[in-house]
């Protein structure tokens, strides 16, 4: 539909194939329904020529019962049209769907800006296909209505020609008048989306801080511009539709001019100048409907070109080979963190290995990279140079959705989702309630939750905002520790607690060490460090020591190491690799 040649197919392409059928079993019924809309002409054709010269009251019955039966299955045809095409919507839309929730989620996490406009668009695209199509499907049968009028006379004939050739010119002078203005105007409309969505979602900040004149001011500049385009592109087209209903206009008096020329002369009949008249009209609606829905065409044709293109930039998604279930090795190799849009990495030649069971903390001042190494671990932000490793695979050998659900992370900024405390838990998949009750319990939240006014059933609403910051830290900890994932990746775990939850998490550490979890976490607190079996210091990016927990600290804070060693057997040995 709006395929470019040589272009690399896409799931875009294979859900408008699934849907092609669709398409094509509408282009037949077009051309029924084409062919049903002569009735019109005829009828009057017969009526004119015939009845009233006849006055033959049995005759006009007769046609007149005929043709209200083939406008019954002409209104028969339009609506299964319009229901196949519907169909075929949803199959496109079943087909794309998820691969397109999937590419807003790689290029949300590579801060590309696209969010839920990619959704927008497949509706957009969508909707082309289940209406806006249909005008386009009327349009090849316009030659029938031409060959028809050329029948009664050739001048309608050579007038519906000439008619549909300028028709169709204004209707390109009106593509390109306004596809520029158009995409201009959908760009803005996109990042005045996206700043209003910024905004209202630091509502608090803004009302509390008294920062609403500015974002409002920028946010209108954002959106005078959208509006400047779109009043840009109304004035070409609108100019254009206006001389497409001119010459509309000038056409029918022509037709009925011309015609009654040709009937005083004798070279037609009275009724042969009305059914020119329609003919004629009924050749040039579908072009004239083409152009009405050119605006609409613009629209999904831009719409299909931003999917494509975020499609396009999709990285490789072949189907992963099924690997075991990690233990929990993780290592790293020369690895080289870069966030999305920034030119220099934020955490460099990362080296070493961790093995199954360890627990490592990374201490550092703030901006030093601990949190870009934690989300290169975790997979969200990928390597620059260099490769991290779990289990010895590297982390994009395995596949996300299948890796996820061995990994827990409890990231900074604590998102939660509209929907229960038990699914958020949960991660919004099957679960057992038990399931849901051991993670609780072992983030330290179950009685919290049980103090809620629904259990684990209360309704968090959107973001968790019914919930206090450290509520919000914790639950996301028992997400985090849901089913006992082999690598758990903690960043500032304990910036919401207060006591009682600091005590939580200390306990669940214990239990996840107990349990030969990997535990990986980063923290300016100096009483976190007791659960670390190791130490890993990062400053400025790289990483400038570590070792074993003790001898760390002492070098940390200047005192003296203790002489006897800690109770529990020692952890499995943390090395660098050089």
């Given at each position: 539909?709006?395929?470019?040649?040589?272009?690399?197919?896409?799931?875009?392409?294979?859900?408008?194939?699934?849907?092609?059928?669709?398409?094509?079993?509408?282009?037949?019924?077009?051309?029924?329904?084409?062919?049903?809309?002569?009735?019109?002409?005829?009828?009057?054709?017969?009526?004119?020529?015939?009845?009233?010269?006849?006055?033959?009251?049995?005759?006009?019955?007769?046609?007149?019962?005929?043709?209200?039966?083939?406008?019954?299955?002409?209104?028969?045809?339009?609506?299964?049209?319009?229901?196949?095409?519907?169909?075929?919507?949803?199959?496109?839309?079943?087909?794309?769907?998820?691969?397109?929730?999937?590419?807003?989620?790689?290029?949300?996490?590579?801060?590309?800006?696209?969010?839920?406009?990619?959704?927008?668009?497949?509706?957009?695209?969508?909707?082309?296909?289940?209406?806006?199509?249909?005008?386009?499907?009327?349009?090849?049968?316009?030659?029938?209505?031409?060959?028809?009028?050329?029948?009664?006379?050739?001048?309608?004939?050579?007038?519906?020609?000439?008619?549909?050739?300028?028709?169709?010119?204004?209707?390109?002078?009106?593509?390109?008048?306004?596809?520029?203005?158009?995409?201009?105007?959908?760009?803005?409309?996109?990042?005045?989306?996206?700043?209003?969505?910024?905004?209202?979602?630091?509502?608090?900040?803004?009302?509390?801080?008294?920062?609403?004149?500015?974002?409002?001011?920028?946010?209108?500049?954002?959106?005078?511009?959208?509006?400047?385009?779109?009043?840009?592109?109304?004035?070409?087209?609108?100019?254009?539709?206006?001389?497409?209903?001119?010459?509309?206009?000038?056409?029918?008096?022509?037709?009925?001019?011309?015609?009654?020329?040709?009937?005083?002369?004798?070279?037609?009949?009275?009724?042969?100048?009305?059914?020119?008249?329609?003919?004629?009209?009924?050749?040039?609606?579908?072009?004239?409907?083409?152009?009405?829905?050119?605006?609409?065409?613009?629209?999904?044709?831009?719409?299909?070109?931003?999917?494509?293109?975020?499609?396009?930039?999709?990285?490789?998604?072949?189907?992963?080979?099924?690997?075991?279930?990690?233990?929990?090795?993780?290592?790293?190799?020369?690895?080289?963190?870069?966030?999305?849009?920034?030119?220099?990495?934020?955490?460099?030649?990362?080296?070493?290995?961790?093995?199954?069971?360890?627990?490592?903390a990374l201490v550092g001042p703030s901006a030093a990279g601990k949190s870009s190494l934690l989300r290169g671990i975790v997979g969200v932000w990928p390597c620059a140079a260099g490769v991290i490793r779990l289990d010895g695979y590297d982390i994009k050998q395995w596949d996300p959705e299948k890796l996820g659900r061995h990994v827990g992370y409890l990231p900074q900024d604590i998102?939660?989702?509209?929907?229960?405390?038990?699914?958020?838990?949960?991660?919004?998949?099957?679960?057992?309630?038990?399931?849901?009750?051991?993670?609780?319990?072992?983030?330290?939240?179950?009685?919290?939750?049980?103090?809620?006014?629904?259990?684990?059933?209360?309704?968090?609403?959107?973001?968790?905002?019914?919930?206090?910051?450290?509520?919000?830290?914790?639950?996301?900890?028992?997400?985090?520790?849901?089913?006992?994932?082999?690598?758990?990746?903690?960043?500032?775990?304990?910036?919401?607690?207060?006591?009682?939850?600091?005590?939580?998490?200390?306990?669940?550490?214990?239990?996840?060490?107990?349990?030969?979890?990997?535990?990986?976490?980063?923290?300016?607190?100096?009483?976190?460090?007791?659960?670390?079996?190791?130490?890993?210091?990062?400053?400025?990016?790289?990483?400038?020591?570590?070792?074993?927990?003790?001898?760390?600290?002492?070098?940390?804070?200047?005192?003296?190491?203790?002489?006897?060693?800690?109770?529990?057997?020692?952890?499995?040995?943390?090395?660098?690799?050089?």
């Amino acid at each position: 539909m709006f395929k470019r040649s040589g272009a690399k197919p896409t799931i875009l392409d294979q859900a408008v194939l699934v849907a092609r059928p669709a398409v094509i079993t509408a282009m037949v019924f077009s051309f029924f329904i084409n062919i049903l809309a002569l009735v019109s002409p005829l009828y009057m054709l017969q009526v004119y020529d015939r009845v009233l010269t006849s006055r033959n009251v049995s005759t006009l019955i007769v046609l007149t019962v005929i043709c209200v039966f083939l406008f019954l299955v002409y209104g028969l045809l339009e609506a299964l049209r319009t229901q196949v095409l519907v169909r075929g919507g949803l199959k496109f839309d079943g087909v794309a769907r998820d691969p397109i929730f999937k590419s807003v989620l790689d290029s949300t996490l590579s801060r590309k800006g696209i969010g839920g406009q990619a959704f927008r668009d497949m509706d957009q695209v969508r909707e082309f296909m289940t209406g806006g199509l249909i005008a386009f499907c009327d349009a090849p049968w316009t030659p029938v209505f031409v060959i028809v009028s050329w029948m009664l006379h050739p001048f309608f004939g050579i007038l519906a020609i000439i008619a549909c050739i300028i028709i169709f010119g204004l209707a390109v002078m009106n593509d390109n008048a306004t596809k520029n203005p158009i995409q201009m105007a959908t760009m803005a409309s996109i990042a005045a989306q996206n700043d209003a969505g910024s905004t209202l979602r630091n509502a608090e900040v803004m009302k509390a801080m008294g920062m609403w004149g500015g974002l409002q001011a920028r946010w209108r500049a954002r959106r005078d511009e959208q509006v400047a385009w779109q009043a840009a592109a109304s004035d070409a087209g609108g100019a254009v539709m206006s001389g497409i209903k001119v010459f509309r206009n000038i056409v029918q008096t022509l037709i009925l001019g011309g015609g009654a020329y040709l009937a005083i002369d004798g070279k037609i009949s009275a009724g042969a100048m009305i059914a020119g008249s329609i003919l004629v009209g009924r050749a040039l609606a579908p072009i004239e409907g083409a152009v009405g829905q050119w605006k609409t065409y613009i629209g999904a044709r831009g719409a299909w070109d931003r999917l494509q293109t975020m499609l396009r930039e999709e990285k490789s998604a072949d189907d992963h080979m099924p690997l075991p279930e990690p233990r929990g090795v993780l290592s790293a190799e020369a690895a080289s963190i870069l966030p999305p849009g920034a030119q220099q990495p934020t955490m460099r030649q990362a080296s070493f290995r961790i093995d199954a069971g360890a627990a490592v903390a990374l201490v550092g001042p703030s901006a030093a990279g601990k949190s870009s190494l934690l989300r290169g671990i975790v997979g969200v932000w990928p390597c620059a140079a260099g490769v991290i490793r779990l289990d010895g695979y590297d982390i994009k050998q395995w596949d996300p959705e299948k890796l996820g659900r061995h990994v827990g992370y409890l990231p900074q900024d604590i998102e939660l989702f509209s929907g229960t405390v038990a699914q958020n838990i949960a991660r919004f998949t099957e679960f057992e309630s038990q399931e849901v009750i051991e993670a609780a319990t072992l983030a330290g939240v179950h009685e919290m939750i049980q103090s809620l006014p629904m259990g684990y059933d209360t309704a968090i609403g959107e973001g968790g905002a019914s919930l206090s910051g450290g509520q919000r830290q914790r639950l996301a900890l028992a997400r985090a520790v849901f089913r006992m994932p082999a690598l758990l990746v903690l960043d500032e775990p304990n910036a919401s607690l207060d006591q009682v939850g600091e005590v939580a998490l200390m306990e669940a550490m214990k239990r996840l060490k107990a349990a030969k979890r990997t535990v990986i976490f980063a923290t300016h607190k100096v009483n976190l460090l007791a659960q670390a079996d190791y130490i890993m210091v990062i400053n400025q990016g790289v990483i400038s020591d570590f070792g074993e927990r003790d001898p760390m600290l002492a070098k940390l804070t200047g005192a003296a190491p203790p002489q006897t060693p800690p109770p529990t057997p020692p952890p499995a040995p943390l090395q660098r690799v050089q």
